[in-house]
């Protein structure tokens, strides 16, 4: 992703 | 995954049975907001757009597509559903979509020295998406004021998303306490949607919780 930490919520 | 984001997630997904139950079982969707459930299956595809270039775990993936492939679903059912007239469905959307993406242009987790051009157009689509979602529920709040009578099955399915807010909120407490993790624009625009949540919460106590047989 390209923010600083991962999306993994929904 | 910790607990909170857990029980929050199955409540979300039981939102869905929920709505789903109302509508294939009472075979009517009289008091389901039409102009909601479009606002859903517009967050959820521009929200999950991801899913084309990133993979996350397997639970993350089948959440996503049964989101988009269920609110797709009850869009298609309450818009062809010849018995809702829609008369109280009138909450003026563009009011809220307009707002949402305008905010989305300008505050968003863009990072244009770094990703490509169609990746941070996907960062704009993911902040629109979570401001569109705090204020979806309007339409069908506007609904459940107006009518009298409202199925307590529609107020289950209100409630069960409101419980899903009510414990991501639990969850980024713990996440950022535990793991430093903290997206600003996510847990703003959750306060936000909780807080609305709260009307209802009234609303479902007058008219649900009072009268239960005791």
Redesign the interface.
Known sequence: ?10 | MNIF?FVG?MS?LASFFLLLAKLIYTKSSTGVSLKTQALYLTVFVCRYL?LLV?F??WY?EL??IF?IAASAYIVYVVATSTRNSNASDTYRVEFLVIPALVLACFVN???WS??GWS??V??IL?AFSIYLEAVAVLPQLKMLHQLEDTTNITMHYMASLGIYRAF?LL?WVYRLYYEG?W?PI?VVAGIVQTLLYADFFILYYQSVLLRLPS
């Open positions: 992703a390209v923010a600083e930490e991962a999306k993994d919520e929904l | 984001r997630d979300h991801d990133a996350v775990s993350n959440m996503k989101f987790e863009t990072h770094k990703g990746l941070n996907m960062e993911w991501y969850n993790y997206h996510a």
